[in-house]
């Protein structure tokens, strides 16, 4: 029987692109987010970059961990890439930036523990929770992120080590991966129902990077105004 519903605007566009436009105001707020406003404007000490990386290694340790218990999933599985594995790199960038005992030296921020648990959960019985995030954070860190690989470069004087988490050098190019990346976003066997709960998850996402770049604002804040 043919259907009398028009189909939603939702429907018409390819999901890569609904995503996009979804995650548009939530973007631009992680992005001029005190912290992100501070550190891009060059008012951060190099200091304060660490904690963001060391945030970054318990985040990519949980998604990477994740990552592994997809290959076996039908849609999770499209998702996992070993070229964008951070982990390594984030080790060999805290070795520099915190130091050699780097690993005993760490602690997550409670954001971040939240932002963990969130992606374990949700991952747990649902491959769309963990693109939501997988997205949020891969394909962010292939675009924006370069910005402050030059800003470490530039302004903190930063060179290999301490921006290796910026490197994707497994990628031929970053622009065809990013479309080989929405083209497999816009394939997912995904209902309506599913997609939508995709894009909540991603807006989720994109909360929790806000809840840690404000703590990391509180943590400085009460340094420089105690
Ligand atoms: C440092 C501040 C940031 C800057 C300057 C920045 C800039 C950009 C730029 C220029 C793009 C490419 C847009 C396009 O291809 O149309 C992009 C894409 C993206 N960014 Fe950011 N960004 C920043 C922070 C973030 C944060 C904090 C997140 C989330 C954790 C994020 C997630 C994303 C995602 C998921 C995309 C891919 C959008 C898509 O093509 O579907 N960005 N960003």
Wanted: a negative charge; one cysteine or more.
């Amino acid at each position: 029987m043919a259907s009398t519903t028009a189909p939603s605007e939702l429907d018409a566009r390819p999901f890569s692109k609904v995503l996009r436009e979804s995650t548009r105001a939530v973007h631009e707020k992680a992005n001029h987010s005190t912290y992100m406003d501070a550190l891009l404007g060059g008012e951060l000490q190099l200091a304060d970059y660490t904690r963001l990386a060391v945030q970054y290694y318990f985040i990519y340790r949980t998604i990477e961990q994740v990552s592994d218990r997809m290959t076996g999933d039908e849609v999770g599985s499209r998702f996992v890439f070993d070229e964008l594995r951070r982990l390594p790199s984030l080790r060999r960038d805290l070795a520099y930036l915190v130091g050699a005992d780097w690993e005993s030296a760490i602690e997550p921020l409670p954001a971040t523990m939240a932002y963990c648990q969130r992606i374990r959960e949700v991952s747990a019985e649902w491959a769309g929770g963990y693109v939501a995030h997988h997205y949020t954070r891969y394909l962010g860190d292939i675009a924006g992120g370069q910005i402050i690989r030059r800003l470490l470069e530039n302004t903190y004087g930063v060179q290999g080590p301490g921006t290796l988490f910026y490197h994707f050098d497994r990628l031929d190019s970053a622009p065809a991966f990013r479309d080989r990346y929405r083209a497999r976003l816009d394939a997912a066997p995904w209902s309506e129902a599913e997609r939508e709960r995709v894009v909540a998850e991603t807006l989720i996402a994109f909360e929790c990077n806000v809840a840690v770049f404000d703590e990391l604002d509180a943590e400085i804040g009460e340094r420089t105004h105690p």
